[in-house]
């Protein structure tokens, strides 16, 4: 059942660096868009960042733009996402999700059902 797995999450201090893992299986590797969500208790989940496994194009959360960035690796069937520059407001369970039928702008901003998810793993930016 399981079709994303994420790794890598942590605890970082302000300023740091992480990079998140998403390894994908099964019918998620047919997925239009593959990308990572961000959940703190109380707040929605937000799109970071995602990107299309057609043709490449990424989208951006514009508060992580220019301190994350999004790849993805077909021969590992995983995508990545280097986060520099932490902060502490980055805080947040980190999930990988797969769309088979969206834009990657469509799928960050949560426009449509979302099939796939991963279990998320913790990200934690403090001092």
């Known amino acids: 059942q399981v079709q994303l797995v994420e790794s890598g999450g942590g605890l970082v201090q302000p300023g740091g660096s992480l990079t998140l893992s998403c390894a994908a299986s099964g019918s998620a590797l047919d997925a239009e868009a593959i990308g990572w969500f961000r959940q703190v208790p109380g707040k929605k989940r937000e799109g970071v960042s995602c990107i299309s496994n057609s043709d490449g194009r990424t989208y951006y959360l514009y508060s992580v733009e220019g301190r994350f960035t999004i790849s993805r690796d077909s021969a590992k069937n995983s995508i990545y996402l280097q986060m520099n520059d932490l902060r502490p407001d980055d805080t947040a369970v980190y999930y990988c999700?797969?769309?088979?039928?969206?834009?990657?702008?469509?799928?960050?901003?949560?426009?449509?059902?979302?099939?796939?998810w991963g279990q998320g793993i913790q990200v934690t930016v403090s001092s």
């Open positions: 999700a797969a769309q088979m039928s969206a834009t990657v702008e469509a799928m960050c901003q949560m426009w449509g059902p979302i099939e796939f």
